[in-house]
Nanobody
């Protein structure tokens, strides 16, 4: 069994900051990519930022320069520091881990989501 659990999120004014954290645990052999996605009401889920095991990062254009993703491979954790938040960043944020367990091949595992609301 694999669990992906997020923490952080909440309500913040425009221009403020929030930090999201996520931990993957369970029968994990290796983790390839960890990332954050978000889904706003009426919109499709979109990639916010992702980081590979070697540290290569990928950001959505809309968050470049404002968000920073970081990963601790030893602890199977990933964080997302969000600065200069805008109302359009309001969404449910989901943590994703693309990983391999000892019994299965590589699959995507998702957290339950955490709400981020940015007021204007």
């Amino acid at each position: 069994q694999v669990r992906v659990v997020e923490s952080g999120g909440g309500l913040v004014q425009a221009g403020g900051s929030l930090r999201l954290s996520c931990t993957a645990s369970g029968n994990i052999f290796s983790i390839n990519v960890m990332g954050w996605y978000r889904q706003a009401p009426g919109k499709q889920r979109e990639l916010v930022a992702a980081i590979a095991g070697g540290g290569t990062t990928n950001y959505a254009d809309s968050v470049k320069g404002r968000f920073t993703i970081a990963r601790d491979n030893a602890k199977n954790t990933v964080s997302l520091q969000m600065n200069s938040l805008k109302p359009e960043d309001t969404a449910v944020y989901y943590c994703n881990a693309r990983l391999r367990t000892y019994s299965l091949g590589e699959n995507d595992y998702w957290g339950q989501g955490t709400q981020v609301t940015v007021s204007s």
